[in-house]
């Protein structure tokens, strides 16, 4: 999966750099812009964003401000803060996820086209109901693996006690 992720990833990146490079160079340079470039690159952009995001929860890699932890005496109260801050983050993205659901739906149901191709912009829109479903279930399993390591850090603290 790391290696599926990894290439598509970089796939993405490279078609968007591509497809920046070609429309500056078309546009500036050669003064002849491409039509409807600028439609395509928002599909694989959009994907880009929110594949990047999932992988960026799978890896537990999103930028954070871990002031609390410097006030932090042991590994459990660390942990503690961990479970709180993945709950709440677990809340914000179910939330953003009856969002994007609701989004989803009426996409759907209206199948807007791009102005220009007269590309269904459905296939844009989905990235952020699968990108948000991928970052709950992450969140959920990073969530499921600090819970995990309080209670193995409690287990093992009350064995050492006699």
Excluded at 49 to 73: D, M, Q, W
Aim: aromatic content about 14%; hydrophobic content about 50%.
């Amino acid at each position: 999966m790391n290696k599926f992720a990894s290439y598509l990833l970089t796939g993405l990146i490279c078609l968007v750099a591509g497809g920046q490079f070609v429309q500056v160079i078309t546009r500036y340079v050669l003064e002849i812009p491409v039509m409807g470039l600028e439609e395509t690159l928002f599909y694989p952009t959009m994907w880009l964003y929110f594949l990047g995001a999932v992988n960026a929860s799978r890896e537990n890699t999103h930028i954070r401000a871990n002031v609390l932890e410097i006030f932090l005496k042991n590994k459990r109260q660390v942990t503690i803060l961990a479970i709180i801050g993945e709950v709440l983050s677990l809340i914000i993205c179910s939330w953003l996820t009856y969002w994007t659901w609701d989004f989803t739906k009426y996409s759907l149901r209206v199948w807007k086209e791009s102005p220009t191709l007269y590309l269904p912009t459905f296939y844009v829109d989905v990235s952020l109901m699968i990108g948000m479903v991928l970052i709950m279930i992450y969140t959920a399993l990073h969530l499921w693996n600090h819970i995990q390591d309080l209670i193995t850090d409690h287990d093992q603290t009350t064995k050492k006690e006699p």
